[in-house]
């Protein structure tokens, strides 16, 4: 079947001071199909769609829907004449229930508070229905899971009857079934004659669900390509310009003495139950297992995020109470959590102080704060991970989102942590830069520091770790010798308290 051309842009070009962001880039694309849109962190591919989406005024260049020119001025401008937008980083209305935040600004309101509680309910019943999401309209969004309040924001976009809905990273904080389910209304919204526009760094997920990709490098177009005659090598080779020959770094550390135990941590909120184990110093282990198994609930007990029920900590053999961040930090443990754009970055704060913010007291003399050790510190986090920003004074909200990740990432490297705890590291970072922050992590093992890495992508794993938990309704489920280990093997293990 041959698909004609809904959405056109060309040539577009949009500078920020200091940033070229986008150099004379074109899009096209046809009626009922996935476009995928690639490219490192930086390369900008958001800042593409936020011109088509009437949030940035693009400097140059003509974006044409169905053969009409248009230039919207706002995002409600365009959300009107067909295009919506699921946005990298959520941006939604915590304190209002879900309705609310589905219909906001489309339906009449007195005081702040919107007429016709029950046409909306309906409305919002019905577009659950439809795509079948299970989420009660009223309830709070901040009460939610990340990954529901995603879901809502989907229904939100698709509400719209829009005729180019643009995913961007809409997997990033999504449990494996729930990406099962947005595919699912993906191809239904490809079968109604939608064009999707998807954005991600899962090259699997790409390949599965695109029809055509795109894929851009600093600022320019470099291809499109049919997703069929595409592999992860060519991709990769057209996203970096060169031949990405290893995956992971060597690995160069040898874990020690036993540092840190863990025995019999039991979550008073959650399912975790009675999980019991040691890590050497210069040890890497990972946590693997299922959404739900009890990963980031473990990082989180230890750290003292979640309140534990039962359990005690040792670190070289001194027991540590770790009963809240702070009093975690102090003890030598740092914590990259999941939720990094929630409860990690200070959108107005600049990356200086974002990277430094944690680790301020080394940079203290008498009242003030040394500036020039935070300079020195912040660009040694910039270069390691190869952070893409004009000046260390820039405000991390206008970074791409992958590049706000490794200023945050930075922040706790540089806190000198005897233990780090890791959730999802490498999550929206894109192939490249995954390379540089393996490394980091080999880095600190081979200083002696204990890691635990939780991550959803085993061949990442297997790759960086010495030893790999594996997690299971709450329990610890097996072992296993990350240089002999299978995904099988492991797969087996996650199973087993299911
Ligand atoms: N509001 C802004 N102000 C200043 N610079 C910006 C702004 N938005 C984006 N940029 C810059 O434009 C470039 C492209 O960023 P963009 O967010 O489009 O990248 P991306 O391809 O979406 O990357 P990622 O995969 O990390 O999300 C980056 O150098 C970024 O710092
Ligand atoms: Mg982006």
Redesign the pocket.
């Known amino acids: 079947m041959e698909h004609d051309v809904l959405l056109q842009m060309t040539d577009i070009c949009k500078e920020?001071?200091g940033?070229k962001?986008l150099d004379h880039v074109s899009l096209t694309v046809k009626r009922g199909t996935v476009h995928a849109l690639m490219?490192?962190?930086?390369?900008?591919?958001?800042?593409?769609m936020k011109c088509l989406f009437g949030m940035y005024n693009k400097n140059s260049g003509q974006i044409f829907l169905e053969g009409k020119e248009i230039n919207f001025k706002s995002s409600k401008e365009a959300l009107e004449n067909g295009v919506a937008m699921v946005h990298?980083e959520l941006n939604q209305a915590l304190k209002r229930n879900v309705m609310d935040n589905l219909w906001l600004g489309r339906y009449p309101k007195i005081a702040g508070v919107m007429v016709n509680e029950k046409k909306i309910y309906e409305d919002t019943k019905a577009v659950f229905q439809e795509l079948g999401i299970d989420v009660d309209p009223k309830r709070i969004m901040s009460t939610m899971p990340v990954s529901q309040r995603q879901m809502v924001e989907i229904a939100k976009a698709v509400s719209y009857n829009s005729k180019i809905i643009v995913f961007d990273?809409p997997t990033s904080s999504l449990t494996e079934q729930e990406v099962e389910h947005l595919f699912k209304i993906i191809n239904m919204l490809r079968d109604r004659g939608c064009g999707i526009i998807y954005?991600s760094?899962k090259m699997a997920e790409i390949l599965r669900i695109s029809d055509e990709v795109t894929i851009?490098r600093d600022?320019q177009y470099v291809a499109t390509r049919p997703a069929k005659e595409l592999t992860t090598e060519e991709i990769i080779r057209l996203m970096v310009g060169r031949e990405l020959t290893n995956q992971f770094p060597p690995k160069t550390n040898t874990p020690g003495e036993v540092a840190l135990e863990v025995e019999g941590l039991t979550a008073q909120y959650s399912h975790l139950k009675d999980v019991s184990f040691n890590v050497r110093q210069g040890e890497i282990v990972g946590l693997a297992g299922l959404d739900g198994s009890g990963r980031t609930e473990t990082l989180e007990n230890i750290f003292g995020i979640a309140t534990r029920h039962s359990g005690t900590i040792r670190l070289h053999g001194k027991e540590v109470r770790n009963r809240n961040a702070r009093e975690s930090i102090k003890n030598g443990f740092a914590m990259l959590t999941e939720e990094r754009r929630a409860t990690g970055i200070f959108g107005i704060l600049n990356i200086r102080e974002n990277t430094v913010i944690s680790s301020l007291k080394k940079h203290k003399k008498f009242f003030w704060l040394r500036e020039k050790t935070m300079r020195e510190d912040t660009q040694w986090s910039i270069d390691a991970m190869h952070t893409?920003?004009p000046t260390q004074e820039?405000k991390i909200r206008?970074?791409?989102?992958?590049?706000q990740q490794k200023v945050i990432l930075g922040r706790w490297l540089l806190t000198e942590p005897e233990v780090l705890l890791l959730d999802e590291p490498t999550r929206?970072i894109?192939v490249g830069a995954k390379y540089e922050i393996y490394q980091l992590i080999i880095d600190l093992a081979n200083k002696g520091k204990c890691v635990i890495v939780v991550s959803s992508e085993m061949p990442e794993l297997l790759g960086i770790c010495d030893r790999i938990l594996v997690m299971s309704g709450g329990r610890l489920a097996g072992e296993v010798d990350a240089k002999e280990a299978t995904q099988e093997q492991i797969m087996t293990y996650a199973a087993k308290y299911v």
């Open positions: 920020f001071p940033v962001a490219g490192e962190n930086g390369a900008g591919k958001s800042t593409l990298q990273e954005i760094h851009m600022g893409k920003t820039t206008s970074l791409s989102g992958g590049n929206g894109d």
